[in-house]
């Protein structure tokens, strides 16, 4: 947690100076802290770090995200027709996974794994119903996970998320798929 204080501290001072958060004057001759993901600059839970103490902001940033974790679990669950049970039973398992849990000191990746569920069931949507609104949502959810700032994370979620949606796809017609590709395009660029 020493590099975590000291980029939320770096990240309040800038802020408190009335700058944005974008260099990290106090790493040896100083270093970018917009570029570093791990800083998570962009990221909407970071802010909170301006109104909580570090201590309290890391509690209510891994809370936050293991309860968005489990709610996204529940709904992937019940989209791929699991009973509620079934469903609530998922949710738990991932909850207190070992792999997830294992991540919360590594708050980057732990926040990235926490939207997996989420591009997940986008994902899911954008290819059952064919709406643009969907793929929307689903380019909206990666970029959060991005913003997370776990590159690889995203790039395992977003493979997963491919092959799910490869499996919609009429091979027999190919071209009528068209739109799928434009829907998935979509979610790229946003």
Known sequence: HLLWCGQTETFVRAVAAGSWPTWNPYAGFGQPLWANPDAQVAYPLTWTSVLLAPWTQYTVFAVFHLWWAAVGTYVLGRRITLSRGAALAGALAFLSSGPLLS?????????S??????????????????????????????????????????????????????????????????????????????
């Open 103 to 111: 991540t919360a000191d590594v708050w980057h990746h732990f926040a």
């Open 113 to 190: 794994a926490c939207w997996m569920p989420w591009v997940i069931v986008a994902a899911d949507a954008t290819a059952r119903t064919r709406r643009w609104s969907w793929a929307l949502g689903w380019g909206a959810a990666a970029g959060m996970q991005l913003l997370a700032g776990s590159a690889d994370m995203t790039v395992m979620t977003g493979l997963v998320a491919a092959a799910h949606v490869l499996l919609h796809v009429d091979w027999r017609r190919p071209w009528a798929q068209r739109h799928a590709i434009a829907r998935g395009a979509l979610a790229a660029a946003v």
